[in-house]
């Protein structure tokens, strides 16, 4: 098993600079783009050749965490936007990082890796709000009720700032011990009950947002801290206590590796009716036959919504020296990387709601005789409209967003839309769709997974562009076979 993880210092700071698909951007304010939609699962489908689109398949995510000086690295960020789809940060919406000193809040560190996130089409894990570790430095003179009450306020000030916009929120990070009892802990100290009070507090600031406990060494089923968490889940569950998901954060490094029995813990978790995660992954020497096991004890289980690696090279790795991730040093995908990726293309399970079916086709009983007088306002020859909104903007760059919709009544099996961008701008990235050109007239054909629309249904696809947003693209219109 492992050690409780000790603090490490060895990430390299680098220049900070972001950098959005070769092009530099400056971004200074949270994004105003909701959460990006999740992937309709699709089985049948053409297996994925990256992490996310393998993932997708079963509605599942791929994450990574990074830290805020990996926004200045070209290699992180370039395997980061092909490959994953969610991302956490290292350190920078920690307690210390986000509220330094009493009431006075920072987001400039958590936004950076939020914005690039969210402009790369990924969603994003908030982590984390109240741990033993990582304290903002004046909860360090406190203790009882006034520590308390300084916890409930951070968790009230940070999640305020990030209302609406994250996937999860790891709300209580570690707080258990080896021997299943509570770690001893100055937050401990204010009462046994400041879990659930975190919680509550939690689900009053943010209702949006899935709350989860996350730890490590929580993997293995017969392992003491194991049952200590289960039990307590289940005793949150019994009372009403708000909690949706559990994070296990499978650090199998520091001579900890793959249970058998990781499945077993898997489902027993989402049997107490919560959402499951593989949060922190990394494995020793990136084992590929331990890789391969976490990921297929994940797809098996359909509550188990996703994996995140901690880091994506070794070199972004807190064990580094055990090359546990997925891409070595020279940003090459090692043997793990195709354990992992046949592994969620072999993913027997979809992730409850992720699969909801499209209705079933449905053709007029009586075909009109003649064609309708009124043509659909866009979308010749299929029934689909495309509008556009703009959903954030700055110096020399703007995000934009697409809606599709079927107005018809019979399902559409693909759609394309086409739209001509204004002189002077360019696309930077696309997401939920399949882009061909990148200036001036260019078209966008739906993904594997977002192709068949109900009748009445929408989809959305994105995109970063560089150039003013003061003329929004024009021209648009949706066909669809
Ligand atoms: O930023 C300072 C720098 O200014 C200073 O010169 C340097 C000196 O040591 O320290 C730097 O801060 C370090 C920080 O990482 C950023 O690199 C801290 O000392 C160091 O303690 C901190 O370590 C982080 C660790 O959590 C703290 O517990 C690791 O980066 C981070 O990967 C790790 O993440 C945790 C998860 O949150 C929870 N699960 C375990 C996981 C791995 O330990």
Same mark, same amino acid.
């Given at each position: 098993m492992n050690e409780a993880p000790a603090p490490q210092g060895r990430h390299t700071r680098g220049r900070v600079r972001l950098v959005a698909g070769g092009a530099i951007t400056v971004v200074t304010a949270v994004a105003s783009v909701v959460v990006a939609t999740l992937a309709h699962a699709d089985l049948s489908g053409p297996p994925g050749t990256t992490l996310k689109a393998a993932a997708e398949r079963s509605g599942r995510y791929f994450g990574a965490a990074m830290g805020g000086d990996r926004l200045g690295d070209s290699g992180f960020l370039t395997i980061a936007n092909r490959e994953f789809d969610m991302m956490t940060a290292v350190n920078e919406m920690k307690p210390d990082a986000t509220e330094p000193n009493r009431g006075q809040f920072t987001f400039g560190a958590g936004d950076a890796i939020y914005n690039w996130a969210v402009q790369h089409g990924m969603r994003v894990r908030g982590h984390t709000l109240a741990w033993h570790a990582q304290q903002p430095r004046f909860w360090g003179s406190l203790s009882g009720s006034a520590l308390r009450q300084a916890m409930i306020d951070h968790i009230n000030g940070v999640m305020a700032h990030y209302k609406g916009k994250l996937a999860y929120w790891d709300v209580v990070n570690e707080a258990f011990a080896e021997n299943g009892s509570r770690r001893s802990s100055n937050l401990q100290s204010t009462g046994n009950d400041w879990i659930e009070v975190a919680f509550r507090a939690a689900r009053a600031a943010d209702p949006s947002v899935k709350l989860c406990y996350n730890d490590y060494n929580i993997e293995n089923w017969s392992y003491a801290k194991t049952q200590g968490v289960y039990n307590m889940i289940r005793d949150f569950k019994s009372r009403g206590v708000p909690i949706d998901c559990v994070g296990l954060? #499978?650090?199998? #490094?520091g001579g900890s590796s793959l249970p058998s029995n990781f499945q077993t813990t898997l489902s027993s978790f989402a049997a107490l009716d919560v959402d499951v995660a593989l949060t922190e992954a990394d494995v020793t020497n990136a084992s590929p036959a331990q890789y391969q096991g976490l990921t297929q004890a994940c797809t098996s289980v359909p509550r188990c919504v996703g994996i995140t690696t901690w880091g994506i090279r070794d070199s972004d790795s807190w064990r580094g020296s055990e090359n546990p991730l997925l891409f070595d040093r020279n940003s090459n995908a090692k043997p793990a990387y195709s354990a992992v990726v046949n592994a969620l293309n072999a993913a027997t399970t979809t992730v409850p709601g992720s699969s909801t079916p499209p209705s079933s086709p449905s053709t007029p009983s009586t075909p009109p005789s003649t064609p309708p007088s009124t043509p659909p306002v866009t979308g010749q020859p299929g029934a689909c409209t495309a509008t556009y909104r703009t959903t954030g903007s700055w110096g020399g760059g703007f995000q934009g967003e697409v809606t599709v919709t079927n107005n018809g009544s019979a399902t559409l099996t693909g759609w394309t839309v086409n739209l001509t961008l204004a002189s002077g701008q360019s696309l930077v990235n696309l997401w939920n769709g399949i882009n061909s050109g990148g200036s001036g007239a260019i078209s966008v054909r739906n993904a594997a997974y977002n192709g068949s629309l109900g009748a009445g249904a929408s989809t959305t696809f994105g995109f970063v562009a560089n150039g003013s947003s003061s003329t929004a693209p024009g021209d648009i219109s949706c066909t669809s076979p």
């Open positions: 954060q #499978t650090h199998f #490094t």
